[in-house]
């Protein structure tokens, strides 16, 4: 009788373990399924979120445009002190003191130059990093023009341009401080070459001059705010349009219905956990 009782269970315990092994296998294929479907499920980003998701607002208005304002500083620095090397030398550059001229482009050139490095390391802060800048450009257009021969030279129009460029890239106050700095170097500039050299006097040259720094502050400071609100605004709507996408994306994955997006070229674009599991 224990024969037989073993006889008749045997054929028993064969089918659990087939019924074993199929579970496992279809255990096996549906998490292949999952991880063949991951990427599609909501498991990774959203190509719309993707799409969305861009540059800090922030960066774009302050280290990008800076990094193009020290190319601005480099090419200007590179160019000044190339013409100086020129045989024979064009004038005026440089006409009234060449030495002083070629010094004040090489410290000028190098200025540009840790500008850059500076702006790599993103070290001092970003205010102060515009303002030791543009510091050091009007001293450096400031001695150039006077070793040129003074504003004659037309190289103090210069200064507009740098004034221009730190006051895109600041607050008002700090792009007037800029302009101010600018016309006090220019009339320095006149004051030593009358007072010192007893040279013809320039004080309307210096003094429209500086007045053009100053409305050139002003100008660039308003086209200055007005691109930041643009481009904050267009960050506010840029994050309004990420949180839909995201709360679509969540409700998509949540619904019990199976979702399946396939674009022409039969490529799974989108499918939620459920259709995962189905398929």
Same mark, same amino acid.
Request: charge should be positive; hydrophobic fraction near 50%; aromatic fraction near 6%.
């Given at each position: ?46 190509? &719309? ?130 302009? &101010?700095?600018?016309? =006090? ?34 100008? &660039? ?10 481009? =904050? ?42 259709? &995962?599991?189905?398929?």
């Amino acid at each position: 009788s224990a024969v037989a009782e073993d006889t008749r269970q045997r054929p028993k315990t064969a089918p659990a373990r087939g019924f074993r092994r199929g579970r496992t296998r279809a255990g096996d294929g549906e998490a292949a399924a999952e991880r063949h479907f991951q990427d599609f499920s909501g498991e990774g980003p959203s190509s &719309a979120l993707v799409g969305l998701e861009g540059a800090d607002p922030q960066d774009r208005l302050t280290w990008r445009p800076l990094f193009w304002f020290n190319l601005l500083r480099l090419g200007s620095a590179g160019m000044l002190l190339g013409l100086s090397l020129l045989q024979p030398s064009l004038k005026p550059l440089g006409s009234a003191e060449p030495q002083l001229y070629r010094l004040a482009a090489v410290a000028y050139l190098t200025g540009a130059v840790l500008g850059l490095v500076a702006l790599a390391l993103r070290w001092p802060r970003f205010n102060l990093q515009v303002t030791l800048q543009v510091a050091a450009d009007v001293a450096a257009i400031t001695v150039l023009t006077h070793a040129s021969g003074g504003l004659a030279s037309g190289l103090g129009i210069l200064l507009v341009v740098v004034v221009a460029g730190g006051g895109l890239l600041v607050s008002g106050r700090l792009a007037v401080l800029y302009a &101010a700095l600018a016309a =006090l170097a220019v009339l320095g500039e006149s004051l030593y070459r009358v007072n010192v050299l007893d040279l013809a006097p320039t004080y309307t040259q210096a003094g429209l001059l500086g007045t053009t720094c100053f409305a050139d502050a002003v100008l &660039a400071f308003e086209m200055s705010r007005r691109v930041r609100r643009s481009t =904050l605004l267009a960050s506010d709507r840029r994050t309004e349009a990420l949180a839909l996408v995201r709360l679509n994306d969540e409700i998509i994955q949540r619904m019990q219905t199976g979702v399946l997006v396939i674009d022409a070229a039969q490529r799974i674009r989108l499918a939620n956990g459920s259709a &995962a599991r189905l398929l």
